[in-house]
């Protein structure tokens, strides 16, 4: 269970009576109205353990670049599910956003990208999925915690990229696979000179 900010507001809206009237029987009674209704909005709260979680990770990364991760969320109750979901990383994996709001009818699937920008090279694993499912009155949530595995392979950054096409067309050349060496289309100059050996 999970007491959110609205639980301690409505009790601080309590401490206004109490002030005024002076009666310590307020406040009893006030403590047992936001209790109960926090109680309440626990009961109607949907379980967040009836979700069915899967994970999408691209199998690697270089450093310095940005991939996406998906996470499906399943809700296989019936009740609507209204609250928070935290994908958590390793902090070097550079993830956001970490929290996301959800609200999921029984039966439905939603897809939450989460942005990786790894800043270490290695293994970068996910650590686990929390959904805190709020109730209506958004008093009080039922939290759950689940291992969901997932791990991205952040490879050394490739710097030299940005030559690559020049080395190779050079490569192409040398080895005589450019379209300048070969006879064809583009190249009717060469055929009108003389038959010479080793053609």
């Known amino acids: 269970m999970v007491i959110s900010g609205w639980f301690v507001a409505l009790l601080l809206a309590g ?13 009893v009674w006030w403590l047992g109205i936001a209790v109960v ?21 691209p199998a690697r990364v270089r450093l ?16 609507t599910i209204r609250g928070v979901v935290r994908d ?9 956003p970490t929290r996301t709001r959800i609200v999921i009818r029984g039966g439905e699937r939603r897809a939450i990208r989460t942005g990786l920008t790894p800043i270490r090279r290695g293994e970068r694993p996910a650590a686990h999925v929390t959904i805190r499912s709020f109730g209506p009155l958004k008093l009080a949530a039922r939290q759950a915690t689940m291992n969901v595995p997932g791990a991205i392979r952040v490879l050394p950054p490739f710097h ?16 005589g696979r450019t379209s300048v060496m070969i006879r064809g289309q583009g190249t009717e ?3 009108l000179r003389e038959y010479v050996r080793g053609d």
């Open 160 to 175: 030299s990229r940005k030559h690559l096409p020049s080395r190779l067309a050079k490569l192409r050349e040398l080895d």
């Open 189 to 191: 100059f060469d055929s």
């Open 15 to 27: 401490a206004v009576p109490i002030v005024v009237t002076n009666d310590p029987r307020w406040l």
């Open 88 to 96: 958590a990383w390793q902090p070097s994996a550079g993830a956001h």
């Open 37 to 57: 209704l926090a109680a309440i909005d626990l009961v109607i709260a949907a379980s967040p353990r009836r979700v069915l979680l899967t994970r999408d990770v």
């Open 64 to 79: 310095g670049e940005s991939v996406a991760a998906t996470l499906v969320i399943e809700n296989a109750g019936r009740r």
